[in-house]
């Protein structure tokens, strides 16, 4: 079927390409819509605020986007979708066409013949830019999509004599808070739809015109039908439309969106579609989409141009227009205002589109970046913050970082200014200081602890590259200040770097996480495992070079990255697919690593890889991208990648050089003025630079300026089957990322593997500074430089906080680390029968018992997960104790499948081996109560004699049926046993 469709496809585009130069003729927007890419299909303008295309599925991760290729039911064609997203979310306004009667249910969780969903063939099915048309098989109805910008334009073509009816369902796909709907004449209906999902909050109202009129209206509220009723607000509103039989067998309908108002979607259809000619829409789509992608224009073969277009369509697809015609929108605050000066947009997955996204748009569509800016500006203003993952002016806290900074600074620095730039830096900085998400803890100490915040290496490492991003934009506008303050934050990766192993490794308590594996994928990395956030410091390569020993080394520990085996442990993360050794192609942390092989004089190396991955990770079937396609930023390695260049370090002004794979690309600036890229000799086989000219003039650098570019001209590369160690390889013609002035000491570290201990524990000091002396205090205070100076190892044998830094003589001194350290009572051990999840250990069994409760959040590391097994622990009190106090603390979270116990039960003994019940404790937590709870379970008793301990919490094995989990087994989720 893949090779059927794809054969097709090529026979269809070949027509026109001999003609004119229509880019969009291959495009392909089933590209993605199979595997894990979460794409869809239909029927879109560049960057349009409706999404017209079908669902086909209702939920699960691979239904992110409401449809997959692999499905052969089509339940109707909604207004709004997402583009390559891991999180479900829009799929609004669903509108489905049918025969001879209406339905009121979809037919999913029942026989499909009883709701209003269809079966098709695939071989009906047709999609391309502003276009989708489709045969529902089960009612003869040919389908056809088109769209403006606010406005999705349907086509039905019903049998011959047959009633045509139009199904419109509110309650489709997530969470219904509020919803209406209205018939105001016989051709409108109007309504409105508040609903909660990933977007906790979300408003989208509509007009609906008709080209027929509506014979009957038949209004269900609750799923029952409410006769003569035309208007009706609640959770469950649907309308079944009767039109009977229409003439020529053709039923037009325009639907008009606004996350304003009903009239707000009024004038936006008005203005945008007031004629019934679908043709004219139709081919107006396609026209825009054409100017668009003629933005660059390539030569290369068919299967090559089909990949390139459809990845530059992708990134055109959002981020998406989010104002009406008269310039109002709803803004972070959710409130409705009026842009002023700028258009507003939505959907920005900034965590993934800094990186290569928007670097693209600030060499492609500069005016639109400057919009961009200009949105996020007013988020800072309506919300109080700038966006992280802003989705239809809500706020998801989704992903980490705050990625709308290197946005900033990237078109700032590329003369991209078209906007208030002081307020611009000013949330910036807002974001910068603010104390949410572990940054209280990373201005504190230098880093994030793992037992403070989760995630905590990765967010370390993202807010120092934000941190730098910041401090370029202050250079630039001569705030001395701010440039000092964030350079030193920039470099906080080093306080992470653990050079006993080569990674960067979570800190806890004061100490290294243990045990450590860098290929564990755990709560500590974002999706991701050591092996892949290790070579995360954009901003400073030459000081992570450093770290790890020179470039020789940096070298070896790269080519490990792509050699090792591909096996993870720990968590399963869907997200980490496309593997080359410990590389994931498949998300985003990993996808500038096969270019820092130019920082090390050995670009060879990075053409070979990044042509491999283009190669093996691209394609042009429906699975044809490796992973979620991430509104554009998949999409966006792939289009700078194929031109031959990348942004490793935005906000630095450079593209690190790989090896291009068009023979030509020719990027028509918003200037007037023309760059392109050559490729000679291009081949599968011919994949090495060998040499370059840049405007006729021989070229040897590996990395090109973002000046250069926007100036106009012409590179031209020589490709050969064999490396060309000696071109671009040059001290001099290397690319730089490095920090230079105001240094930071890295924080000490200690060889501490735990934070508790019995009888007595040695501690030793180390620093990755040379000749750097460390000074401690072991009484709770500070230290200073009048402080004990470390020479030899520490013994403690009790409670202790050892606080610590590091100092080199003429240098500033490190952030001071403290290292808590718990004496575990003595004689007291625990057993435990069902051992808990691989990644849910709390450390050790022991830390059920060592006097430290755990966290709201469980992600911190600090509780015993167990899955769908009991938790059944024997404490040993060592010798025969007065018991009177029992209690042992459960977290419910329902979001993560965690649970409360059905109930605890203790028991005793005095030999280990035969228990007697004391008591039981039933859980009173709703298993439905979806607030994050920590529940203790105490039973105060008579005062008994024992030794032995049994404590018991009964498991419900699986999650409920009505939780999204059903069918899988749950958590329950445990720390600290007391006995007294």
């Not at 995630?455 to 001569?478: F, G, H, P």
Request: hydrophobic letters at 35%; glycine letters at 8%; proline letters at 4%.
């Amino acid at each position: 079927m893949k090779n059927y469709r794809f054969l097709a496809f090529l026979f269809i585009i070949s027509i026109y390409s001999c003609q004119v130069n229509n880019p969009a003729d291959y495009v392909d927007p089933f590209i993605g819509t199979g595997g894990h890419g979460h794409t869809y299909p239909g029927a879109t303008m560049p960057f349009g605020m409706v999404q017209l295309s079908p669902d086909t599925r209702l939920e699960g991760w691979d239904g992110c986007s409401g449809y997959h290729y692999t499905d052969s039911i089509i339940y109707g064609f909604s207004h709004t979708h997402l583009s390559g997203t891991g999180v479900p979310d829009y799929c609004d306004i669903l509108f489905m066409p049918t025969t001879d009667k209406y339905y009121l249910k979809n037919g999913y969780n029942e026989a499909i013949e009883n709701g209003y969903g269809s079966r098709f063939n695939k071989k009906t099915e047709f999609a391309k830019p502003g276009f989708y048309s489709v045969k529902l098989d089960d009612y003869g109805i040919f389908v056809e999509l088109t769209a403006s910008p606010r406005v999705g334009f349907h086509k039905y073509l019903f049998p011959n004599n047959k009633n045509a009816f139009v199904t419109i369902d509110l309650t489709h796909r997530d969470e219904v808070l509020e919803s209406s709907l209205k018939q105001i004449n016989e051709f409108e209906i109007e309504g409105m739809r508040r609903s909660r999902e990933w977007s906790k909050d979300q408003y989208i109202f509509f007009v609906a015109r008709f080209n027929e009129p509506i014979k009957n209206l038949n209004l269900a509220v609750n799923d029952t039908i409410k006769q003569e009723l035309k208007e009706a607000q609640g959770k469950n509103i649907k309308a079944g439309l009767d039109f009977g039989k229409i003439s020529k067998d053709e039923l037009l309908v325009k639907v008009a969106i606004s996350a304003v108002s009903c009239e707000g979607a009024r004038k936006n259809l008005e203005s945008e579609i007031p004629h019934w000619n679908f043709t004219d829409i139709k081919e107006k789509a396609n026209e825009a989409w054409n100017k668009e992608l003629n933005k660059i224009d390539i030569t290369s073969d068919k299967s090559t141009k089909v990949i390139f277009y459809t990845a530059l369509y992708h990134n055109m697809v959002v981020p998406n227009l989010f104002m009406d015609v008269d310039s109002q929108y709803r803004g972070t605050d959710l409130h409705v205002h009026k842009a002023e000066g700028f258009t507003n947009y939505t959907v920005f997955s900034l965590w993934d589109t800094y990186r290569a996204t928007h670097p693209l748009y600030t060499i492609i569509d500069q005016k639109r970046t400057n919009d961009f800016i200009k949105t996020f500006i007013n988020q800072y203003k309506n919300g109080g913050r700038l966006p992280m993952w802003e989705l239809a002016g809500y706020y998801t806290g989704c992903m980490i970082g705050y990625h709308a900074v290197p946005v900033i600074a990237d078109a700032y620095l590329k003369g991209i200014r078209d906007y208030d730039i002081d307020l611009a830096f000013e949330s910036m900085v807002h974001s910068a200081m603010l104390d949410r998400l572990g940054l209280e803890s990373y201005k504190k100490y230098g880093y994030i602890p793992a037992d403070k915040e989760s995630e905590s290496v990765s967010k370390t490492l993202e807010y120092a590259y934000d941190d730098w991003c910041i401090a370029q934009m202050a250079n630039e506008l001569r705030k001395t200040d701010d440039y000092n303050y964030f350079t030193k934050r920039a470099q906080s990766f080093k306080n992470l770097y653990d050079p006993s192993t080569g990674f960067m490794r979570a800190k806890m308590f004061g100490a290294w996480k243990h045990p450590f594996d860098p290929a564990e994928v755990d709560f500590n990395y974002t999706e991701a495992n050591a092996w892949q956030y290790s070579f995360y410091v954009p901003q400073d390569v030459s000081g992570l070079i450093n770290l790890m020993g020179g470039k020789e080394k940096f070298s070896l520990k790269l080519d490990q990255l792509f050699t090792i085996g591909n096996e993870t442990t720990g968590r399963h993360q869907v997200d980490i697919t496309g593997l080359i050794g410990q590389y994931a192609h498949g998300n985003e942390p990993s996808h500038h690593m096969s270019y820092l092989y130019n920082f090390v004089n050995q670009p060879w190396k990075t053409q070979e890889m990044v042509r491999r991955i283009m190669k093996e990770m691209y394609s042009t079937n429906p699975d044809g991208l490796i992973g979620n396609e991430d509104c554009g930023q998949m999409s966006a390695w792939y289009v700078l990648s194929a031109m031959g260049f990348y942004s490793v370090t935005p906000a630095s002004n450079i593209y690190i050089i790989g090896s291009p794979a068009l023979k030509e690309a020719r990027i028509n600036l918003e200037s007037g003025k023309t760059f392109t890229i050559k490729a000679k000799n291009l081949s599968n086989k011919n994949i090495y630079i060998q040499s370059a000219t840049l405007n006729g003039e021989a070229y040897t650098k590996s990395y090109i300026n973002h000046e250069t570019i926007m100036n106009g001209g012409e590179i031209v590369f020589v490709l050969g089957e064999k490396s060309n160690k000696e071109w671009g390889s040059g001290d001099n013609d290397i690319p730089v990322s490095s920090i230079t002035g105001n240094l930071i000491m890295p924080v000490p570290y200690s060889n501490a593997t735990s934070r508790s201990f019995v009888k007595s524990k040695t501690i030793e000091l180390y620093s990755n500074g040379s000749n750097a002396k460390i000074y401690y205090t072991i009484n709770g205070e500070n230290p200073t430089l009048q402080s004990a100076l470390y020479t030899s190892p520490i013994k403690v044998d009790k409670n202790t906080s050892i606080k610590y830094f590091a100092k080199v003589d003429g240098q500033t001194e490190s952030n001071t680390v403290e290292l808590n350290l718990i004496k575990f009572p003595e004689g007291r051990t625990i057993t435990i029968k069902n051992k808990p999840h691989s990644q849910y250990t709390g450390g050790s069994d022991s830390a059920l018992i060592d006097g430290i409760c755990g966290d709201i959040d469980f992600r911190l590391g600090s509780w015993h997960g167990y899955n769908g097994v009991d938790m059944d622990a024997v404490i040993d009190l060592g010798k025969l104790t007065q018991v009177s106090y029992l209690s042992v603390n459960f977290l419910q979270d329902v979001n993560s499948w965690i649970f409360m116990p059905a109930y605890v039960e203790y028991y005793s003994s005095n030999d280990g081996e035969n228990f007697t019940p004391i008591g039981k404790v039933d859980n009173t937590i709703a298993e439905d109560n979806w607030d994050v709870t920590i529940k203790d379970f105490t039973l105060k008793i008579k005062p008994i004699k024992t030794r032995y301990i049994k404590v018991l919490g009964k498991s419900n094995v699986m999650c409920p049926e009505w939780h999204k989990g059903r069918g899988n087994m749950l958590f329950i989720f445990t720390d600290e046993i007391t006995i007294k």
